[in-house]
């Protein structure tokens, strides 16, 4: 529910807005990450197909090991309890979660006024500012049958940290447990609430020298709320057991996020007068604890970006999980930390946007666009407030473009409306275009997520009636059929082993396969519309 009440005073010199604002929110979402019918064939096998052990690879066995004594018998004396949770492992098909629900309550209030002062009749300076509390509560129960979990990590855990054995032994452990799923997480119930409050707001300040002229420049502070990240990322840690880390709930907080702000500058300048318009703006806006939403190939992550002033030696980038990659640093997890009083901004944007149309006859408008952007992360990254180091999965962020940001883009549009004869009827013809350079497509900027640029083109032919009684239009969208991807993504449980046969060339020690969302092809259509 939205209340506002507005007027004017000083004899017009002040239009002034106050208002408030009131919201109530349920959400419940229900979930699963339930492995399919032929899943422990598969990690099995990717597990030995990356190992030493790839001589003994048989897909058509258990284990898909062509020698279980073999196998068990490379590893000594604990062999047979290495053999034991690989035909666990190859046994985990149609396990997972039974029923994961989430209930979350959102409350938000808040007060605002907006007030435009005519300081004289070519100068306006405009004001305004909100005030905003938000609340959330969460709760969820899960439900999940995987035991094998749960036993590999018993009985794995002391071998994970040994040289000889903790990549074989890590690997299972993982390979059960993607996704935090777990049995230990059967009938198990959190919750958990914040609370947070900010205030926000605008000033512009414009000028009109001429009547066609207008100039202006504005400050204002965005805002946007932090929350719950509804999926199970944070609720467990990735080798130990729930009761070494003192259970779900003790994590629950790892699946909060942080309000994101952002100040915003622009200057900018409208021409517009008869036939002919223009205009042009500038901008920089810097985002803090901005949030970004990834799906690492097994869960969705949701975790904020922000700068650090200190350089941390790529402590926040490139990092692998095998210790024998090209890449690894083991100082990525500990060291990545930035202490918090060297925490800014993570995220700049600036650009320039231009925009003009010009109708040379009656019934003819061409317009025309051009945006030139340059939006990055900065190029030393911590993952909150408290200087948390990113996730392994965001690596390549610092530094780069962030994604679906293109350098730049044009636009342009031709409408011709003539009339026909005297009928009082007129035709349409219209067409645009959009041209974007290349963008990544993926949040976390991995190099084979890149789309390159392409270009849209939008067509309509039709007639229209006098007083638009109706009109019949016959449409075509991506006329040249551009074949490009709206989003690529990790292909789920495809991460792949550190040996160089699964290696990738720009970020050696592991092996993902992609998806993509493709963007709709050309489509066609008719449209009837009438009014009475």
Do not use: M
């Not at 898909?64 to 098909?93: E, H, K, N």
């Not at 309550?105 to 004001?127: C, E, G, K």
């Not at 000889?164 to 198990?188: D, K």
């Not at 948390?388 to 473009?401: F, N």
Request: charged share 15%.
């Amino acid at each position: 529910q939205e209340v506002r009440l507005n007027g004017s005073l000083f004899n017009d010199k002040l239009d002034w807005l106050v208002g408030g604002f009131f919201a109530n929110e349920d959400l419940t979402v229900t979930d699963n990450l339930r492995f399919g019918s032929q899943y422990g064939r598969f990690a099995t096998c990717r597990l030995i197909s990356g190992t030493a052990l790839a001589g003994l690879y048989s897909p058509g066995s258990a284990g898909c090991v062509a020698s279980q004594a073999a196998f068990s018998g490379a590893f000594g004396p604990v062999g047979p309890t290495i053999l034991s949770s690989l035909l666990r492992l190859d046994g985990i098909s149609d396990r997972g979660s039974t029923l994961d629900q989430y209930n979350q309550n959102s409350r938000n209030f808040a007060a605002f006024t907006h007030n435009i002062f005519h300081v004289t009749p070519t100068v306006d300076l405009t004001l305004g500012v909100r005030y905003t509390n938000e609340r959330k509560k969460l709760n969820a129960t899960f439900g999940n049958d995987n035991t094998a979990c749960v036993a590999n990590q018993q009985a794995l855990l002391p071998f994970l940290t040994n040289p000889a054995l903790g990549a074989v032994a890590g690997g299972i452990v993982g390979l059960s447990c993607q996704g935090n799923s777990t049995s230990e997480l059967n009938g198990v119930s959190i919750n958990d609430r914040r609370t947070e409050d900010q205030f926000t707001g605008t000033a512009i300040l414009s000028w009109k020298p001429i009547d066609d002229l207008l100039l202006y420049g504005s400050f204002s502070r965005g805002y946007k709320a932090g929350g719950f990240n509804l999926d199970r990322s944070a609720l467990k840690s990735p080798i130990l057991p729930f009761a070494a880390v003192g259970g779900a709930q003790a994590l629950v907080k790892g699946l909060q996020f942080s309000p994101e702000t952002v100040n915003a500058y622009e200057i900018g300048a409208k021409y517009a007068t008869g036939p002919f318009s223009v205009s042009a703006t500038a901008f920089v806006q810097d985002f803090k604890n901005f949030q970004l939403n990834t799906f690492n190939g097994t869960v969705f992550l949701v975790q904020n970006i922000n700068g650090c002033s200190a350089d941390l030696n790529g402590g926040d980038r490139d990092q692998s999980t095998f210790t024998g990659a090209a890449n690894y640093n083991a100082a990525a997890a500990t060291t990545g930390a930035c202490a918090q009083g060297n925490i800014g901004y993570g995220v700049r944007a600036k650009g320039i946007e231009l925009e003009g149309a010009i109708t040379p006859a009656r019934d003819l408008r061409i317009a025309l666009g051009a945006t030139l952007t340059d939006t990055r992360y900065r190029d030393q990254l911590a993952g909150n407030l408290s200087g948390a180091p990113l996730d392994q999965a965001l690596r390549a962020l610092p530094g780069s473009t962030l994604s679906n940001s293109a350098d730049f883009v044009t636009t342009s549009s031709v409408s011709w409306t003539p009339p026909i004869g005297d009928t009082g009827y007129s035709a349409l013809f219209y067409v645009d275009q959009r041209t974007t350079s290349d963008v990544n497509t993926g949040s976390d900027l991995f190099p084979q997520k890149i789309q390159d640029g392409f270009t849209l083109v939008n067509a309509r032919i039709g007639i229209r009636a006098p007083d638009d009684r109706f009109a019949l239009e016959l449409w075509a969208q991506n006329v040249t059929n551009q074949n490009y991807a709206q989003v690529a993504f990790n292909s789920p449980f495809q991460a792949g082993a550190s040996n160089a046969a699964f290696q990738d060339p720009q970020y050696p020690g592991g092996r993902q396969i992609f998806s993509q969302f493709l963007a709709e092809p050309r489509t066609y259509g008719i449209t009837l519309r009438g009014k009475f």
